[in-house]
């Protein structure tokens, strides 16, 4: 496997401990008499860990790299979430460097973002796009002060690296992939930055795009906010050989059954993806593609400045701002019954679609689109949500469609990618 987690021993360690205390206390507990109900003295057996691959697969059919679906629970993953701290292992993330005195000018030349401002312990989310337009990589560009660090989908930092190369000539740049000797733990939770500020001080208490270099387990590490599921998040950049003691001492403040942060706990992707989608968060790869122009991804007011110079695609960029809508958009669907649909289920007009099509039958309209994500919203009480790019003339908020959902043609309507409005409370 290209990309795979250095911390698959540290999974099973985990589920190892969490289960044998689990058992020690409910042997304890027989005992002392038990409630009605509950277990009569049989132990569980260790949970099994689930792996899910990421992303295609390379040309002998081996997956690029393989994600934690989940520890075993998912509903604590969930709530650790939204009550307290989700520790994710991201191996899924890329990282490269850029040095040199003339990186942010460089950089401000090439992405959608504007870079102008991006001083030291500051970070931006950005499109790299092409000349077409099309975008070609999502970022999240960290400055340190005397390099810049910038996160992107494992499948194309190798192709981010090589195409922002190809437009460097005299400057005093110097673009590397070094996501072979880093890695990426995550932190998401009401309580994240609480949690990391108890382990490494005060200034991990971070704002929204604020970054730090902090030390954790002895390692020098780089954290940077971003908030992708209604909650804050805290992404963490360090080598790859202290990925297993940082690991470590981030378990060392759990401490699950004995004290400690028991609302923070290790969390596979399935409990980060719920989250996210309630937020509202497309992910690249997943929801769009290097197909996708910015207007059609749901991300073009935090990705895209209109107010600085040239980038590479800003032409297109400026000709679709300037003539109205894309053919197509990500939007938000809310099922009107419980059934879900999977990625890739068929979107239809109800009706006749205004006959922008041939219909499929007596009350189906022409396919407008296609499902990229979905999921049972807990916050919305178990409501079947999902994203899906649609045709632009079907996507505005509250039109009745119909998707292909669980063996029949179920009804849904379009709404705002944000489901799940985090409320307003204080910086933890």
């Known amino acids: ?12 360690r985990f589920v190892e401990s969490a289960s044998r205390r689990a058992a020690e206390q409910q042997v304890a ?8 109900g509950a277990a009569q003295g049989r132990i569980a057996p260790v949970p099994e860990i689930e792996y899910l691959a990421y992303g ?11 994600l934690v679906s989940t520890f075993g629970p998912l509903e604590a993953e969930y709530a650790a979430i939204r009550r307290g701290t989700g520790i994710l292992d991201s191996p899924h993330r890329g990282t490269l460097r850029i040095a040199g005195d003339d990186r942010r000018e460089f950089l401000n030349r090439m992405v959608t973002q504007d870079l102008r401002q991006l001083d030291a312990g500051r970070a931006a989310e950005s499109f790299w796009l092409n000349r077409k337009g099309r975008v070609e990589a999502d970022l999240l560009l960290v400055e340190l002060g005397d390099e810049m660090l910038i996160d992107v989908d494992i499948h194309r930092a190798a192709h981010t ?14 673009i590397s992939d070094v996501s072979a000797s880093m890695h990426r733990l995550a932190l998401h939770g009401r309580e994240a930055c609480a949690f ?17 270099r902090l030390s954790l387990a002895g390692a020098e590490v780089v954290v940077a906010r971003r908030d992708q599921t209604g909650e804050p998040g805290l992404e963490i950049l360090l080598s790859r050989a ?23 706990r290790p969390i596979g992707w399935q409990a980060f993806n719920i989250a996210r989608i309630e937020a509202g968060t497309p992910l690249f790869n997943i929801d769009f593609d290097a197909t996708a122009l910015p207007h059609e991804t749901g991300l073009l007011g935090s990705r895209v400045s209109f107010t600085k110079g040239c ?10 701002q300037s003539l109205g809508k894309p053919k197509q958009m990500l939007v938000g669907l809310r099922m009107e019954k419980d059934v879900l649909p999977m990625a890739g289920a068929q979107v239809f007009a109800a009706g006749d679609g205004g006959a922008v099509g ?11 689109g296609m499902v990229s994500s979905s999921t049972l919203s807990p916050m919305l009480g178990a409501a079947a949500i999902a994203f899906a790019t649609v045709r632009t003339a079907f996507a505005e908020t509250g039109r009745e469609i119909l998707v292909a959902a669980e063996g029949e043609m179920a009804t849904a309507r379009t709404c705002p990618l944000r489901f799940w409005p985090s409320p307003e409370r204080p910086e933890p």
């Open 56 to 66: 295609p697969a390379d040309a002998s059919g081996v997956p690029c790299c393989e």
């Open 161 to 174: 690296v090589e195409t922002l190369r190809a437009f460097v000539f005299s400057e005093d740049v110097e």
């Open 29 to 36: 507990g027989i005992g002392q008499g038990v409630r009605p």
């Open 311 to 320: 980038y590479l695609g800003q032409e297109v960029v400026a000709r679709m």
């Open 196 to 212: 990391l500020a108890a382990i490494a001080g005060e200034r991990a208490a971070l704002e929204p795009l604020r970054a730090v």
């Open 358 to 368: 041939p219909q499929i039958g007596p009350q189906i309209g022409p396919q407008i």
């Open 1 to 12: 496997m290209l990309h795979d987690t250095p911390l698959r021993n540290c999974h099973r």
């Open 242 to 264: 202290s990925a297993e003691p940082v690991w470590d001492a981030l378990l060392a403040q759990v401490d699950l059954l004995g004290g400690g942060h028991p609302r923070a």
